[in-house]
């Protein structure tokens, strides 16, 4: 585990200001962004990561289910969720 990730007790992907806990192993998808970038996280950061990142993707390694999930989550959610209140 990186050490931001040691320090904040979540997943890479969840953005500093976002106060929402990790749901689910910390490493279980991948998004990339459109500079080929790849962070690893939870569901539930990869999705809220996903619907601000312009460009990004799940990585295609990530069984469908769980990309699906992520996708359906993400068209779910502004970006910067957080700051509204989500
Ligand atoms: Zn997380």
Same mark, same amino acid.
Do not use: N
């Given at each position: 585990?990186?050490?931001t +990730? +040691? ?6 992907a ?10 689910? /192993?910390?490493? @279980?998808?991948?998004?990339?962004? #459109?500079h080929? #970038? %790849? ?6 950061h990869?999705? #809220?990561?996903? +619907?601000?990142? %312009?460009?990004a #993707?799940?990585?295609?390694?990530v /069984? +469908? ?12 959610l502004p970006?910067? @969720?957080? %700051?509204?209140?989500?």
């Amino acid at each position: 585990m990186p050490p931001t +990730a +040691a320090r904040t007790g979540r997943c890479p992907a969840a953005a500093a200001k976002d106060p929402t806990p990790c749901e689910g /192993p910390h490493d @279980a998808a991948t998004i990339v962004d #459109r500079h080929g #970038r %790849e962070v690893a996280g939870c569901v539930q950061h990869c999705a #809220r990561l996903l +619907a601000g990142l %312009e460009g990004a #993707r799940v990585h295609p390694f990530v /069984p +469908a289910r769980q990309a699906l999930d992520i996708y359906s989550r993400a068209r779910e959610l502004p970006p910067c @969720a957080w %700051e509204i209140g989500r």
